[in-house]
Antibody, heavy 120, light 106 residues
């Protein structure tokens, strides 16, 4: 079975930084394109970014509104995806999901999410 | 690309036919996926490439459309179909979701 398990969510102060992790199993991680999607409390889904496979040059794309504060990376040997977030603000509060981004251009497998709370 | 869903919410009875509309601000071909999200759960993909039913998704779910206008139809609403439905375009970056349609069972 495909599994994605996020971790690293925490309560952080505005201006702080955080690294989220997504540990995976059950699929060919090194071939997969991976993404983060976030959801503010009571709000809709917002795409954060996507990282391609090494075969596709680890190309990353990000949502424009994130102002360069987010960085995706991956460790294929550990089958783990990462999201580093800097200069956190209250607006970054929410549940952060990792997901696989399949060939049909949809998010086909999702984790359960990890909660980031930004508050002073 | 902005994705606009309508209605934002609906309430229907078991057995009703329900349709959710998703419009894109520019043409996206058929690069449109639909998701269902239940409270406290991660989204689940129902349909990709506008009309392709994902494995295990009941056949009462049907997607159609291309270009800028798309629809998700549930032919006979079931009690387990409650939740929020989202469309997502995969045509170009940044990837974007619609605002969601909350479906309530009367």
């Amino acid at each position: 079975d495909v599994q994605l398990v996020e971790s690293g969510g925490a309560l952080v102060k505005p201006g702080g930084s955080l690294r989220l992790s997504c540990s995976t199993s059950g699929f060919a991680f090194s071939d997969a394109w991976l993404a983060w999607v976030r959801q503010a409390p009571g709000k809709g889904l917002e795409w954060v970014g996507r990282i391609k496979s090494a075969a596709d040059n680890l190309t990353t794309d990000y949502a424009a509104a994130l102002n360069g504060r987010f960085s995706l990376s991956r460790d294929d040997s550990k089958k783990t995806l990462y999201l580093e977030i800097s200069s956190l603000s209250v607006g970054d509060t929410g549940l952060y999901y990792c997901a696989t981004y399949g060939s049909a251009r949809r998010f086909d497998h999702w984790g359960q999410g990890t909660l980031v709370t930004v508050s002073s | 690309i902005h994705m606009i869903q309508s209605p934002t919410s609906l309430s229907a009875s078991v057995g009703d036919r329900v349709t959710i509309i998703c419009r894109s601000s520019q043409g996206i071909g058929s690069w449109l996926a639909w998701y269902q999200q239940k409270p406290g759960r991660a989204p689940k993909v129902l349909i990709s490439v506008a009309s392709r039913l994902e494995n295990g998704v009941p056949s009462r779910f049907r997607g159609r459309g291309s270009g800028t206008e798309f629809a998700l139809t549930i032919s006979s609403l079931q009690p387990e179909d409650f939740g929020t439905y989202y469309c997502q375009q995969g045509h170009s970056y940044p990837l974007t979701f619609g605002g969601g349609t909350r479906v309530e069972i009367k």
